[in-house]
């Protein structure tokens, strides 16, 4: 069997920004499903149309974020295939390509020929269609997740416009994990294919391509590290967070624990912005020793400020919003206030209590990529020296800073009278419900706000007055005989 030989690229220090390959604003016009000619097949999808237009030419400047990218050409009349996107086109060197194109998958689409709600990659859904979207239920569709860069879909709601619209991007972004694939010498690696079985034929063949150190006869892969690090290194900073960057602190970046080769928990893992991780690690420690060890104190993921920004110097505070003590025995109780300090303390060198075993990150953040509050959440417990080694869980989640919620539910019924002057009857002809919302910045956590929300429900009488009168006169059908005028006629 054939082995498979794949270099490891150890990301520690800050990723380059991920670059946008391609944009597209979905717009009134250009979010229309285009109509098909005449003796032509089923309509081309709007999505696919827009990333064909984006992809012939890859390096021309794309459209502001929300505009309408101007077609090069009339849609053809039989809908052709979707072209690679500009991301997997203009891929270059060692990296392996994407096995799919992410910005053809919707794993919303559920419904055949049909608009899903709030399924922003729908092909089935027009612009009339988003403009009725809240949010999107799925903001996000990456690439094999085991590689160093990956391409990302990225859908949103630019709920600014009038009506609002659909923002769509391809990027490519960096993976936060420390251990991922960032080249490879073997071009089906990432491919489920069936090797060539040594046989007495081929084996002097199969012995001079795969023996050495590596797997592979390829000329054509390099690796230049120190080319790598200076490109690293160069990597313009701005004044925003996007995906994937590091989020950073005030003294380096903000960890979270995770497991590496093993399931030991390693805390030089770094926290990306929008990356929303959840893992379990486990930790090797002496009971006796556990006051000393950072990790299971609540100081070490509190004791530092976040940068608003990168580079910046607005600082946010991360702060305590809950604390569950977890007993010997297994038993959790929240703390009525998490206003206190709870240090790991060890009693006769046996238990441990105030243990850090589960940290829970919330971030705020706004769509100009600024972080405004952090908020943490601690499962304290209390071990003892047959719960070796212990197991701690770590999550990080992105909410965003804005709510938009509503301040009105207007319903009008519109019913009419029909029937006899002596029985009138009452018939619902039309019911309309208007939704006024707005759109609120979240504050501080545990802060509360009273909204006033007013609804009413409006009956609106639409009969035509009814005049009495007298039904039509009958008409007479006769009908002579065919020989009534026999003999004359």
Not at 162 to 191: G, M, W
Not at 247 to 275: E, K, M
Not at 400 to 409: A, D, K, N, R, T
Request: proline share 9%; charged share 15%; net charge negative.
């Amino acid at each position: 069997m054939a082995a498979v030989a794949l270099r490891l690229g150890i990301l520690l220090l800050l990723p380059p920004l991920p670059a946008v390959r391609g944009v597209s604003g979905q717009s009134r016009s250009a979010s229309a499903t285009p109509q098909p000619s005449a003796g032509s097949g089923p309509p081309a999808p709007s999505v696919p149309e827009t990333l064909r237009r984006s992809a012939a030419s890859p390096t021309a400047p794309g459209p502001g974020v929300g505009s309408s990218p101007a077609p090069e050409s009339p849609p053809p009349e039989t809908p052709a295939p979707p072209a690679a996107s500009p991301a997997a086109a203009a891929r270059a060197g060692p990296g392996p390509a994407p096995v799919t194109d992410v910005a053809t998958l919707c794993v919303c689409d559920l419904s055949v020929a049909q608009c899903d709600v709030n399924c922003c990659c729908d092909p089935d859904c027009s612009a009339a269609d988003f403009s009725l979207f809240t949010t999107c239920s799925v903001h996000i569709v990456t690439g094999d997740s085991q590689l160093c860069t990956q391409e990302a879909a990225i859908y949103s709601i630019n709920v600014t416009a009038h009506p609002p619209e659909r923002i769509f991007k391809l990027v490519d972004q960096n993976n936060p994990s420390i251990f991922c694939i960032h080249a490879t010498n073997y071009k089906q690696a990432l491919s489920f294919i069936a090797p060539e079985m040594p046989t007495s034929q081929n084996f002097d063949s199969l012995l001079k391509q795969f023996e050495g150190v590596t797997f592979s006869a390829e000329s054509d892969v390099l690796l230049n590290t120190e080319l790598d690090a200076q490109n690293f290194s160069d990597t313009n900073e701005t004044a925003r967070y996007e995906y994937g960057v590091p989020i950073q602190t005030a003294d380096a970046f903000l960890r979270l624990p995770a497991p590496l080769v093993s399931s030991q928990c390693s805390d030089a893992n770094p926290a990306g912005f929008l990356v929303n991780q959840a893992v379990k690690c486990s930790r090797m420690i002496n009971v006796g020793n556990c006051n000393t060890t950072q990790a299971l104190s609540m100081l070490f993921y509190t004791n530092s400020s976040i940068l608003a920004v990168p580079k910046s110097s607005q600082l946010v505070n991360v702060t305590v919003q809950t604390i569950t003590v977890q007993s010997l025995s297994g038993t959790r109780t929240l703390l009525n206030s998490s206003d206190v300090l709870l240090l790991p303390k060890n009693l006769d060198n046996q238990v441990c209590i105030n243990v850090v075993l589960g940290v829970s990150y919330s971030i705020t953040y706004t769509d100009a990529g600024e972080i405004t509050d952090a908020a943490v959440s601690f499962v304290l417990g209390t071990i003892n020296t047959k719960m070796l080694p212990i197991q701690q869980s770590f999550e990080i989640t992105f909410t965003q800073g804005l709510c938009q919620i509503p301040l009105s539910f207007e319903i009008e019924v519109k019913w009419t009278k029909y029937g006899s002057l002596m029985n009138p009857q009452a018939k619902i002809v039309n019911v309309s419900a208007t939704v006024i919302t707005t759109i609120l910045a979240q504050t501080h956590f545990g802060s509360e706000r009273t909204i006033q929300i007013a609804s009413s429900v409006t009956f609106v009488d639409v009969s035509t007055p009814a005049e009495p009168g007298y039904k039509a006169p009958p008409t007479i059908d006769a009908k002579l005989p065919f020989d009534f005028f026999f003999p004359f006629v």
